[in-house]
């Protein structure tokens, strides 16, 4: 068996969120792999991250340091992991390992910092980005737009080794009948908008999606994400009212999954994205997607009417009337979700993962 040092620290950096799935998706295959001797480096907070208490690591694998100082202690690499022979060392986030046996990975999810971050933040964080691509033997992109992304801020990066390797869509989202519920919801089944994912970054555009509500007077799910801002609220309780809005957090498959199933549609208006994992989560379950014509959203939405150049509140909420006037659209724009959505997988991620593994041993 050939040996393998995963570094866990991104289920100590969020609590959810788009990078915690990829990673736990590709470590709970991992560890059931044969030709791999697995062992991990983890933060004893962890626990408190919901992807990873899905995954069953065995003890003995683990080797766990303490998150006191964690702020600090997550841009500094790995420097002694006692191995003598060569070894794949694959981070979760931007770390790479300096013993010379290491064979470095490195996974680009997305470029958000160097395109919408000022200020110490951006620096801090595009200095390690960088050191890790720099210092990489191998580089994952999650999508054609994140590995032009990745040319056009290090040009001189060697395109031999930049391997573009899709994410996945989890088989727990699927369709449901119709009133199989689960969730306590103050809206009918199919009289809400739906928003999945973070909302305070200003790309993330999640005031359009308020403002769409607002104009069809239609209520509105926010599921994920961070905790709501008392600004956020403010403009949701003076634009949609008290009683039209709800935001359900650190929502289990299930969940979410029976979320999208009750939905109206999606609304998806960020302005930029690595890869997009919503929209396909939404796709599998049979829920209408509306998003922009922009960085990854394309090639992960595949093509349709309902993927818009025009970003603006009226051309969305336009799509949203044609899904309601016309049936036989929206059960066409169904279909062709659930069609396009099969073209993702975790576990040909999961393998084309392991053949860049392969190739560097």
Not at 21 to 26: L, T
Not at 163 to 171: D, L, R, T
Not at 284 to 297: D, E, L, Q
Request: glycine share 6%.
């Amino acid at each position: 068996m050939k040996n393998i040092l995963l570094d866990n620290i991104i289920f100590s950096l969020q609590r959810s969120g788009g990078i915690s799935v990829v990673w736990q998706e590709h470590i709970s295959r991992l560890v059931k792999n044969k030709f791999f001797s697995c062992r991990f480096i983890e933060y004893d907070d962890a626990p408190r991250n919901i992807f990873r208490n899905n995954i069953d690591i065995p003890a003995e694998y683990i080797e766990t340091f303490s998150s006191r100082f964690l702020q600090v202690k997550r841009y500094f690499n790995i420097k002694d992991s006692g191995y003598k022979t060569p070894y794949i060392f694959h981070s979760s986030y931007y770390r790479i390992d300096t013993n010379k046996f290491a064979k470095n990975i490195t996974t680009l999810h997305d470029f958000n910092y160097e395109y919408f971050i000022k200020g110490i933040r951006k620096k801090i964080h595009s200095y390690q980005k960088g050191f890790a691509i720099n210092n990489s033997d191998a580089i994952i992109c999650i999508s054609d737009s994140t590995r032009r992304d990745l040319f056009h801020f290090y040009p001189h990066i060697n395109k031999d080794i930049v391997h573009v390797i899709h994410n996945g869509v989890n088989p727990g989202f699927h369709r449901i009948g119709k009133g199989n519920h689960r969730l306590s919801l103050p809206f009918e089944e199919g009289g809400f908008i739906l928003y999945v994912g973070g909302h305070h970054a200003p790309y993330k555009n999640f005031n359009l999606a308020i403002e769409v509500c607002q104009s069809l007077r239609i209520p509105f799910v926010i599921a994920g994400g961070e905790q709501l801002l008392e600004q956020e609220k403010a403009v949701l309780d003076s634009k949609l009212g008290k009683s039209n809005y709800i935001h359900l957090w650190n929502l289990p498959t299930a969940d979410l999954n029976e979320l999208y199933n009750r939905a109206l549609v999606l609304v998806y208006p960020s302005l930029y994205e690595g890869f997009g994992i919503p929209i396909l989560e939404a796709q599998r379950a049979g829920c209408p997607v509306i998003a922009f014509a922009v960085s990854s959203i394309p090639e992960v939405m595949g093509k349709t009417d309902f993927l818009l150049e025009d970003k603006t509140v009226d051309a969305v909420v336009e799509a949203i009337k044609e899904l309601v006037n016309r049936p036989s659209l929206k059960d066409d724009e169904i279909k062709r979700g659930l069609s396009n959505s099969d073209l993702f997988s975790w576990d040909r991620t999961f393998e084309e993962t392991i053949e860049v593994y392969k190739s560097l041993l």
